[in-house]
C-alpha cells in the first residue's frame, strides 16, 4: 500500500516507522522544514528507543521518505493518514485547527478515490467533519471514506506498542474501508476492534480518562496513606493482585503529565458539556491531579522555614522516562515554584535538557551527571523516575551537604535510605531520617 502520513510528531513518525517497517511504501509530510530536513538525513527529533535505527533501515531501503510538500505525498496515496497535534485550547476543549488545516490539505490534492485515516486523538464526531470537509474542498469527483484508527502508543515504549500493542481500533462506516485498515495493519499481528466511527472517537478518550482516574485514585488512596501510617506500595501491590482491579497504573506519585492524559480528560470533560453531561467524576480526577502536582513543595515548604538561597537538585524533567517530553510535565510547575519562593534550581536530565532548556524559567541551572546536581544542593527532588536514577547508589546522595531527598515517584525502598544514612520523603510511605 502506498500510505501517506500528515505530522511527523510523536505519533506520526512512529506510525510512518512501523508501517514502513512491515512493508508498507510511507512518504511523511510535515510543515515544519527543518525537522524534515533531519528526517531526510535519518535523524529523529525526538528521543524514542528504536526509533532511529528501523527509520535509517527504512529510509535505506527505500519504503520511507519525508517531504514538506503535501501534493507530492498525497497525489500517489492509496490511504492518507492525519497525525497532527490536537492541543488544548483555553477552554480545554481540544483545538482542531491542525486537523482541520489537513483536511483541506488533503482535499486539494485527492486525485483517485481514498481512504482517510485519522490518528489523531479528536472529539467524537469530528470524523463526521473531516469528511464534509473532504467533500466539500475536493476537486476531482473520487469516493473519499474516513476511518478513525486512535492511537494508543505510549510515549517511551511506542515502537515496541506498534508491533505489540493490545489492541487496534478501526472505526468505520463501511465494512470495505475497514478491511483495507485492517489489511494495512494485519502484519502487526495485534488484535484489531472494528467498531462504528462515533464509539472508536470515544474509545480513545475514555481509554485515556479511565487510566488518568486510576493514577488520581491512588494518588488520593496514596495521602491517606501517609495520614494513617499504612504504605501505598503494600496497599497497591494487594490492590492489584485482584484481576479485575489489576496492577497496572497503580503507582503513585506526583501525578501525571505529558502530552495526552492533561489534555483528553479536559477535552471530554468539554465533549460531555457539549451535550449537557456533567462529567462529575472526571473534573474530579482533573483537579486531584493538579493538586497532586504540588505535593513535593508542600513536603519541602513543610520541612524547610524558607526556600529562599536554598539549592534544590531536580533530578529527571522529562513526563515519563525514555521520552524527551516535556509537555506539561510535572517539572514545568515545580521548578517555577521553587524558583517563585527564592530557591535555586539546578536539574538534571538523561535527554530532556534541550526540550526543557525551551520550557522551564531561564533562571534554572542544569547539570551534566547526577553528582554534579546533588554537589552542595540543600535537598534533592526526585520528579521522573529515570532506570538511571532508579539504579543509582544511595550512597551518591552524601554529595549533598546533608543528604535529603523528596522523592516523588518512589524510586527507592525507604529500608535502603535509611541504611545508607539519606533522610527520605517520598509519596504514601512513611518518612525515614
Ligand atoms: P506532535 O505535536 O508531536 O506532532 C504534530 C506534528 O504535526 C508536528 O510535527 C507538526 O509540525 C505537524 N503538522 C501540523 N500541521 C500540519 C500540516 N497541515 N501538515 C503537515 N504536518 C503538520 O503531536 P503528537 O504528540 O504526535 O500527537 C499527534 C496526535 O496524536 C494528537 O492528537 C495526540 O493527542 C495523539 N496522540 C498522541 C500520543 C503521544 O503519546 N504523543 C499518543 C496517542 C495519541
Same mark, same amino acid.
Not at 477552554?91 to 482542531?96: C, I
Not at 543509582?392 to 551537604?401: E, N, R, S, T
Given at each position: 500500500m502506498k500510505i501517506a502520513i500528515i505530522g511527523t510528531g510523536y505519533v506520526g513518525l512512529v506510525t510512518g516507522v512501523s508501517l514502513s517497517e512491515i512493508g508498507h511504501q510511507v512518504t511523511c509530510i510535515d510543515i515544519d522544514d527543518g525537522k524534515v530536513e533531519r528526517l531526510k538525513k535519518g535523524i529523529s527529533p525526538i528521543h524514542e528507543p528504536g526509533l532511529s535505527e528501523l527509520m535509517s533501515k527504512n529510509i535505506e531501503e527505500q519504503r520511507l521518505s519525508f517531504t514538506t510538500n503535501h501534493q507530492d505525498g498525497i497525489r500517489e496515496a492509496d490511504v492518507v493518514y492525519i497525525a497532527v497535534g490536537t492541543p488544548e485550547n483555553e477552554? !480545554?476543549?481540544?483545538?482542531?485547527y491542525y486537523v482541520e488545516e489537513a483536511a483541506k490539505e488533503i482535499a486539494k490534492y485527492i486525485s483517485k478515490d481514498m481512504i482517510v485515516v485519522t490518528k489523531s486523538t479528536i472529539p467524537v464526531g469530528t470524523n463526521d467533519k473531516i469528511l464534509q470537509i473532504l467533500q466539500k474542498h475536493r476537486i476531482y469527483d473520487v469516493k473519499v471514506e474516513v476511518v478513525s484508527n486512535p492511537e494508543f502508543l505510549r510515549e517511551g515504549s511506542a515502537i515496541h506498542d506498534s508491533f505489540y500493542g493490545d489492541r487496534i481500533v478501526i472505526g468505520a462506516e463501511s465494512e470495505e474501508a475497514a478491511t483495507v485498515i485492517e489489511e494495512i495493519n494485519r502484519p502487526f499481528g495485534v488484535p484489531i476492534f472494528k467498531t462504528d466511527i462515533k464509539s472508536a472517537e470515544m474509545i480513545k478518550y475514555a481509554s485515556n480518562a479511565f487510566l488518568a482516574t486510576k493514577i488520581s485514585f491512588i494518588n488520593e488512596i496514596s495521602n491517606i496513606c501517609e495520614l494513617l501510617d499504612a504504605n501505598i506500595e503494600n496497599v497497591a501491590k494487594g490492590m492489584g493482585l485482584d484481576k479485575r482491579i !489489576?496492577? /497496572? #497504573?497503580l503507582k503513585a506519585g506526583i501525578g501525571y503529565g505529558g502530552s495526552c492524559f492533561p489534555k483528553d480528560t479536559k477535552a471530554l470533560i468539554q465533549i460531555a458539556g457539549n451535550v449537557k453531561y456533567d462529567f462529575e467524576l472526571l473534573k474530579g480526577v482533573v483537579n486531584v491531579n493538579q493538586k497532586q502536582q504540588r505535593i513535593l513543595i508542600d513536603k519541602l515548604n513543610s520541612y524547610f522555614f524558607s526556600l529562599k538561597g536554598k539549592r534544590i537538585a531536580v533530578l529527571g524533567l522529562a513526563f515519563k522516562p525514555d521520552t524527551d517530553d516535556m509537555r506539561e510535565a510535572a517539572s514545568i510547575k515545580v521548578t517555577e515554584e521553587l524558583i517563585k519562593q527564592g530557591a535555586e534550581v539546578i536539574a538534571y536530565d538523561p535527554v530532556a535538557v534541550k526540550n526543557a532548556k525551551g520550557v522551564l524559567d531561564p533562571r534554572v541551572q542544569f547539570a551534566s551527571s547526577i553528582e554534579e546536581a546533588l554537589g552542595g544542593s540543600d535537598a534533592a527532588m526526585i520528579l521522573t523516575e529515570w532506570k538511571e536514577i532508579k539504579t543509582?547508589?544511595? /550512597?551518591? #546522595?552524601?554529595?549533598?551537604?546533608q543528604p535529603l531527598v523528596f522523592d516523588g515517584r518512589n524510586c527507592f525502598d525507604p529500608e535502603s535510605m535509611k541504611n545508607n544514612q539519606v533522610e527520605y520523603h517520598s509519596i504514601g510511605r512513611p518518612a525515614v531520617a
Open positions: 477552554d !480545554g476543549s481540544a483545538d482542531l !489489576g496492577e /497496572q #497504573f543509582m547508589d544511595p /550512597q551518591l #546522595f552524601h554529595c549533598m551537604d
